[in-house]
T-cell receptor, first 113, second 110 residues
Framework: GAGVSQSPSNKVTEKGKDVELRCDPI?????LYWYRQRLGQGLEFLIY????????KSGLPSDRFSAERTGESVSTLTIQRTQQEDSAVYLC???????????FGQGTRLTVV | GENVEQHPSTLSVQEGDSAVIKCTYS??????FPWYKQELGKGPQLIID?????GEKKDQRIAVTLNKTAKHFSLHITETQPEDSAVYFC?????????FGAGTQVVVTP
């Protein structure tokens, strides 16, 4: 596609439910990044993929968070048993390689009520 | 791991003046330093980047400088315009991981 696509754009969920956030990177981009941005805050690194592998998972806040990538393409970020502090915008970015320009999607705004 | 600090957190400038944002990084292995602009409700967009083998780069009203020895890099915006108002983030890429600073809210007043 023309850019990084994230879905859904908005998600409201009840506390305790699981959610899946999807990221479709730019075709041919081998690197894919997930960030969390709380209201008025900076970008908190969660995880990145090189191909289908995640060399660094250290940013995942807890074991309720997981991510996978298949076919060196789409990635899903799963949050289990959501809590109110998970409310944020989740941003995905992709780049041709690491150390090249990363393009961001518009994000998924997650609200846990 | 990499730690990126960014200052100031807010910056108010008059239209036509210059704006400077400074960042420091901790990991000497970092070799790629992009700057992003984020407008309200949108994802960040790259405005300029610099690699560790270059000391300065300029693109029209925007310039970035890098001091590898001191682990500092800075963004300079000249002749600011109201449309430059946004949040600006610096970042450093170390071992594939792109780590961001906390952001600077820039307000350009007419």
């Amino acid at each position: 596609g023309a850019g990084v696509s994230q879905s859904p754009s908005n998600k409201v969920t009840e506390k305790g439910k699981d959610v899946e956030l999807r990221c479709d990177p730019i075709s041919g981009h081998t690197a894919l990044y997930w960030y969390r941005q709380r209201l008025g805050q900076g970008l908190e690194f969660l995880i990145y993929f090189q191909g289908n592998s995640a060399p660094d998972k250290s940013g995942l806040p807890s074991d309720r968070f997981s991510a996978e990538r298949t076919g060196e393409s789409v990635s899903t970020l799963t949050i289990q048993r959501t809590q109110q502090e998970d409310s944020a915008v989740y941003l995905c970015a992709s780049s041709f390689h690491t150390n090249t320009e990363a393009f961001f999607g518009q994000g998924t705004r997650l609200t846990v009520v | 791991g990499e730690n990126v600090e960014q200052h100031p957190s807010t910056l108010s400038v008059q239209e036509g003046d210059s704006a400077v944002i400074k960042c420091t990084y901790s990991d000497s292995a970092s070799n790629y330093f992009p700057w992003y602009k984020q407008e309200l409700g949108k994802g960040p967009q790259l405005i300029i980047d610099i690699r560790s083998n270059v000391g300065e780069k300029k693109d029209q009203r925007i310039a970035v400088t890098l001091n590898k020895t001191a682990k500092h890099f800075s963004l300079h915006i000249t002749e600011t315009q109201p449309e430059d108002s946004a949040v600006y983030f610096c970042a450093a890429n170390s071992w594939g991981k792109l780590q961001f600073g906390a952001g600077t809210q820039v307000v350009v007043t007419p």
